[in-house]
């Protein structure tokens, strides 16, 4: 997968979401995607619990990510979001919150740190720090599929339904983390690693379901 760099317009939009993600944010960027109050009282709650079964469809994902980085070619941004549906409910786990995770891992599939985008890695799996870039998988499918099942991992004991791709998996406190606030200090070393994620989520929903 080649580099993908944000453009102007999703640069902006990116950057609200990460001052929302902030302990004193200035701006709450839900609140500027559904103007009427008649479709904000529409907008279910979003999701914390990772197992379950995602309520936004392929296509608002891809329209959600295209909204932030316009320069993913919209047919890639369309099986992108498709192959997160799918490994995800094989699994069991919520494709919702692994596509936000996803998000906020990679920039919207930006990149810019440890991680390259031709490294299929959309978690940051590995990613510790110069001399550890981070793990690599030789296809978009399986890097996906590894997020998932870390993701499963950390929610629940239960065994996994694919063949296992997850090179950290065993590393895993099995069922130690069910919600997304839990993955703070084990996941990720940022204590609001959770927040963070919950602020793109509801930001997907007023996306999904404000428009």
């Not at 392929?58 to 932030?68: N, P, Q, R």
């Not at 997160?84 to 094989?90: F, H, I, L, R, S």
């Not at 740190?113 to 720090?129: E, Q, R, S, T, W």
């Not at 069922?175 to 997304?180: H, K």
């Amino acid at each position: 997968m080649r580099a993908i760099q944000l453009g102007l317009t999703g640069f902006i939009f990116f950057m609200v979401l990460l001052a929302s993600c902030s302990s004193a944010p200035k701006y709450r960027a839900a609140d500027t995607l559904v103007p009427e109050e008649s479709k904000r009282a529409e907008i279910p709650e979003s999701p914390e619990l990772i197992l379950g079964r995602g309520s936004i469809g392929s296509d608002k994902l891809a329209e959600f990510l295209l909204t932030v980085n316009p320069r993913i070619e919209k047919p890639f941004a369309q099986k992108f979001a498709q192959l997160y549906v799918d490994e995800a409910a094989m699994e069991g786990v919520n494709h919702d919150i692994a596509f936000s995770q996803m998000c906020l891992e990679t920039g919207f599939l930006s990149f810019g740190g440890l991680v390259k985008p031709d490294m299929n890695n959309f978690c940051g799996l590995g990613a510790i720090g110069p001399g550890q870039e981070g793990e690599s998988f030789p296809s978009t499918q399986i890097g996906i599929r590894a997020q998932i099942q870390h993701l499963k991992a950390y929610a629940t004991e239960e065994p996994l339904k694919q063949p296992l791709v997850d090179p950290r998996y065993r590393w895993v406190r099995y069922g130690s983390a069910p919600t997304i606030y839990e993955l703070a200090g084990a996941w990720a070393v940022d204590r609001d690693y959770g927040k963070k994620i919950k602020n793109i989520l509801d930001n997907l929903y007023a996306v999904a379901y404000g428009s």
